[in-house]
């Protein structure tokens, strides 16, 4: 099968959607599927075979972000001359435009990735006051979708409960082979750093933007320095446009010691961070899937999440993490209670086995079934334009 992987973000930006687009292609790529990347251009990108660079309107904005040209006519151009059994599109605006059009034109099915509850992120382009017109959108752009994926079970029922008339199929990021084992002797360096003497290390792995909730996990954790005092250390991994509005926070809480913010590191390395550390916390609200969960289970390190679409298809109380509801109390406590108790081991063991479900030599072949429904779908689409019944049943074709 020849595929077209269509994005408005991916590496060297460094985000779910990138993460989720590269393994999968990877993945089909190991299958025998020939996969060709869409994707805009980036300062700092590294040439890749197979991968189309489209222009940039601007780059690196809000911590690395391109505002892509989907109507580079390159685009068109590439896709013509590749002869592409299926586009598997991303976002379902800019890139996404373009993927309909051309699959209109061409007769190409066409599948296409929710990844994001797109509502949460409108306060970046200060369009906050459209969150009520998103059902709406979303039914316009998924019309000429042949299939929709949701990356979870919780969002397939999300997407069904908007009366979509694509049908819509579960297909979770997958986790590459490496992730599963994480480097010891790096990563028990890497937590000797940064402990400096204190008892525990928590890690967190986020792109540091308003969405991601940081502000809750830093209220949370000043909880525990005045109840336990400064026996930890917080890893906060990733960049982010509201790193200077944490960094602030963390000092008016008095948690300057306790905080470190690591900044981006390779994909690569998260694994070890996350192997290095006790606990992996997650506050985000706004996820679709928590790729960084599988990450940390991946690499053995149990969860403790807020409660919400993205962590409760992944997170199962007592068997690689907890979730609880948005309380700073609650949370706090139950991190409390997961050191108290000594569950660690326990939860590390329920970790491993929950990530494994997701290796991405599985998930590749579950998206190349996907695009087999897709295509025949669009073959009987096809098939219904070209004939029809007249009044007395006889078929007519035309």
């Known amino acids: 099968m020849k595929i077209a992987m269509m994005t408005n973000n991916y590496k060297p930006f460094v985000a779910g959607v990138p993460v989720s687009v590269e393994r999968l292609t990877q993945g089909l790529r190991e299958q025998g599927h020939q996969v060709v990347v869409f994707a805009p251009s980036y300062d700092g990108q590294q040439e890749e075979r197979d991968v189309v660079r489209y222009r940039s309107f601007l780059r690196g904005v809000a911590g690395g972000v391109s505002i892509p040209n989907s109507l580079d006519p390159e685009i068109e151009r590439k896709f013509r001359e590749g002869d592409f059994d299926l586009i598997h599109v991303h976002h379902p605006m800019m890139i996404g435009d373009t993927a309909r059009y051309l699959s209109w034109k061409y007769h190409v099915p066409l599948v296409f990735t929710y990844h994001t509850r797109y509502e949460q992120y409108l306060h970046y382009v200060g369009l906050s006051a459209l969150k009520r017109a998103m059902p709406a959108y979303v039914r316009h752009c998924t019309r000429r979708c042949d299939m929709v994926i949701a990356p979870t079970p919780l969002m397939k029922e999300h997407l069904e409960g908007l009366r979509l008339s694509s049908q819509v199929a579960v297909l979770p990021t997958g986790l590459k082979g490496d992730s599963f084992h994480p480097e010891e002797e790096k990563s028990m360096s890497i937590r000797k750093a940064l402990l400096g003497g204190r008892k525990y290390l928590f890690c967190t792995v986020a792109r540091l933007a308003k969405e991601k909730n940081l502000e809750f996990l830093l209220r949370s954790l000043k909880l525990r320095k005045d109840a336990c005092g400064g026996d930890f250390k917080l890893a906060l991994v990733g960049e982010g446009p509201h790193r200077q509005a944490i960094e602030r926070l963390a000092g008016e809480l008095g948690l300057w010691e306790e905080v470190v913010f690591v900044g981006e590191v390779p994909n690569g390395e998260v694994k070890n961070y996350c192997h290095g550390a006790d606990l992996f916390l997650f506050p985000s609200l706004s996820e679709t899937q928590g790729i960084v969960l599988l990450e940390s289970m991946a690499a053995g390190t149990p969860v403790v999440a807020l409660r919400a679409t993205g962590t409760q298809d992944v997170v199962v109380n007592g068997r690689n993490g907890y979730m609880t509801e948005a309380s700073e109390i609650e949370f706090e406590r139950k991190i409390m209670d997961i050191l108290e108790k000594k569950e660690l081991d326990f939860l590390r063991q329920g970790a491993r ?46």
């Open 353 to 398: 086995q929950t990530a494994l479900l997701y290796g991405s030599e599985g998930i590749a072949r579950q998206a190349a079934l996907v695009y087999a429904r897709a295509i025949q779908l669009r073959r009987e689409k096809e098939s219904q334009r070209h004939n029809h019944r007249d009044r007395a049943g006889n078929v007519v074709y035309l």
